[in-house]
């Protein structure tokens, strides 16, 4: 039984400028599920910072509905605003932490002191919050530098302190703001990592904006895609993964995808001339593997001969997902046979259009 | 020695130490002003300063009534030269201090002419918090002081320090002219017993204790300023 933590219901955010109006975030409606890690991405400027800004209220919509685990954060449906009390606002986003890109830490205090700062108007006496702050710090792996500042850390330990603090009230969600877009590659895994451990020791609801694919390729249970303030397609990360809709979509699967990057070279090496009766196309497999035996099959029953020139294999959600890039050789009618028997096999062919690997 | 000091400075010696035209006054009248002045309008120009960054569009309580208010407050004593506004604000000095001139009197005028200065200063100093910051201690449920105490103030504390030092060097600058009201201090000292009277040697020697003193307070605030930064090390 899934259980809505995030419901958002028709979220508008309009900025007014002199002459101008900008509408960052147009009627995106966004139901997150208790315990997901939810991925949302786009380019930036697509509105994604401001859509989770509404969450926790550090952006106040122009319309919708926002109900965060529970309790009704804003509605505007009929021109009449609601919105939640500051004092208890104030309460409810302690309940919800955040971590941003540039770490946002008090520069002027300690680490520990950072991590007590979230703690000052919780109901633990002094010796009892400086006690948690601790074992906050150990959960990152941070309770040797409880006394450096800020400045002395790596960018990566900066974020981990950041993710003490924002847990320091033991909340249910956790927004990452493009958490860990200034971290190089290994701060990253390390931060995804500790993020979906936390996902799983403590049942946190995880909301992860980026531009990186590669994160929630990672750890992401379900994405959506934003541009221009829409969300243009959600789905779990399979499903993104192996069979996107838009193009946008198939465009940031493909940027990050070793596939990609592995067609894009032999473009450049021009190894690969295609003949009349060859074509190239990309199969995609879930969860079962692709055997030898297909490609021995498509020459014995449709007398078409398969060349392999590129193959990879990677695990999403734990499920393995493995694509190839084939060239098939046969007379027209063959080579449909073949491919729709391919398709009868759950594998989803397409065709590589001769521009994107060819002629280049 | 000191023979040597009575021959080349025949007129700083005649002042004396005490009584009326003594060095001691004088340099006490100097302290008195700037350490007073800078209490009263170091409180109000932190206020309007805070003030300003607080009800700015982008602030944590955007106002645009109240930040005009204090904008055109700050602009407006700003623009007041300051040897016009001792005689000014005279009216309002016999209400306060019940009288208009002297040390104690000069302190309305000093502390009205320097606090729009440090008012800006302190606006500036608060601006170069990171909004980021002040966004993750409201996505931490942080009340209202906790923004303006252990964000705004804390965070700048550095660079608040930095500007402070800069007006308390303008504010002793002020105090200089406050003579022109009968406050008297170093600045007096150097005009009306030195300048007026051919004394060059008391001119040197008062504008040499006010260097003195200008130099202490620099050295003092850049030391603090370095010791309690820890954003870039």
Not at chain 2, 99 to 115: E, N, R
Request: aromatic share 8%; hydrophobic share 45%; glycine share 8%.
């Amino acid at each position: 039984m899934t259980e809505k933590i995030i419901e958002l219901d028709n979220i508008s955010v309009t900025f007014k400028q002199k002459n101008q109006t900008i509408e960052a975030v147009k009627n995106v409606s966004l139901d997150i599920n208790r315990g997901d890690i939810y991925g949302i991405v786009g380019y930036s400027g697509a509105g994604k910072s401001t859509l989770v800004r509404v969450i926790n209220l550090l952006q106040k919509p122009t319309s919708g509905k926002a109900k965060i685990n529970g309790d009704l954060f804003y509605e505007n449906t009929d021109g009449h605003e609601k919105v939640i009390e500051t004092n208890k606002l104030r309460k409810k986003r302690r309940k919800i932490g955040m971590i941003f890109q540039h770490f946002n830490l008090l520069n002027e205090q300690t680490v520990v002191q950072n991590v007590e700062f979230a703690l000052k108007h919780s109901s633990l006496k002094e010796k009892e919050i400086a006690s948690k702050a601790l074992d906050l710090l150990k959960l990152v792996g941070l309770e040797d530098r409880a006394n450096a500042y800020p400045s002395q850390l790596s960018g990566g330990q900066q974020q981990r302190v950041a993710i003490a603090r924002a847990l320091a009230n033991d909340p249910e969600i956790l927004i990452s703001d493009e958490g860990t877009s200034a971290l190089d590659p290994k701060n990253t895994i390390q931060i995804l990592d500790l993020l979906k451990r936390l996902n799983n020791e403590l049942g946190l609801t995880v909301v992860l904006i980026t531009h990186e694919m590669e994160a929630v390729k990672r750890i992401a249970d379900r994405v959506a895609v934003m541009e221009n303030g829409e969300i243009i397609e959600t789905g779990n990360l399979l499903d993104i993964f192996t069979n996107a809709k838009h193009k946008l979509t198939r465009e940031f699967v493909g940027t990050e995808s070793a596939s990609s990057k592995a067609l894009a070279t032999l473009k450049a090496a021009k190894l690969v001339q295609l003949d009349d009766d060859q074509e190239c196309i990309q199969l995609t497999y879930i969860g079962s593997s692709v055997s030898e035996s297909l490609i021995v099959k498509l020459y014995k029953d449709f007398d078409v001969i398969a060349n392999i020139i590129y193959g990879n294999i990677e695990i999403l959600q734990g499920t393995p997902v493995g694509a190839l890039f084939v060239i098939v050789k046969g007379s027209v009618e063959n080579r449909k046979k073949a491919i729709k028997f391919l398709k009868e096999q759950d594998i989803i062919v397409t065709k590589v259009e001769e521009g994107e690997v060819f002629n280049g | 020695m000191a023979e040597l000091f009575a021959k080349y400075f025949p007129n700083v010696v005649y002042q004396g130490w005490n009584g009326d035209g003594g060095w001691l006054p004088a340099i006490g009248q100097t302290l008195y002003m700037t350490f007073w002045s800078a209490i009263f309008g170091g409180i109000l120009g932190l206020v309007f300063g805070i003030g300003l960054v607080l009800t700015d569009s982008d602030g944590i309580l955007p106002n645009r009534g109240t930040f005009s208010f204090f904008d055109k407050v700050v602009s407006f004593f700003r623009a007041i030269p300051f040897i016009i506004l001792l005689a000014f604000i005279a009216p309002v000095t016999q209400k306060i201090v019940g009288t208009q001139i002297g040390t104690t009197a000069a302190l309305v005028p000093l502390s009205l002419g320097v606090f729009p200065f440090y008012a800006r200063q302190v606006q500036v100093a608060l601006a170069s918090v990171d909004h980021g910051i002040i966004e993750a201690a409201q996505s931490l449920g942080a009340t209202f002081s906790d923004i303006v105490f252990d964000v705004y103030l804390r965070e700048a504390r550095s660079e608040l320090i930095r500007v402070t030092t800069v007006t308390l060097i303008s504010l002793i600058g002020l105090t200089a002219m406050a003579g022109a009201i009968g406050a008297g201090g170093l600045g007096n000292m150097a005009i009306a017993y030195g300048y007026n009277r051919f004394a060059n040697d008391t001119t040197f020697v008062a504008t040499l204790l006010v260097l003195i003193f200008v130099l202490l307070v620099q050295l003092i605030g850049d030391f603090l300023a370095r010791v309690l930064n820890h954003k870039n090390i």
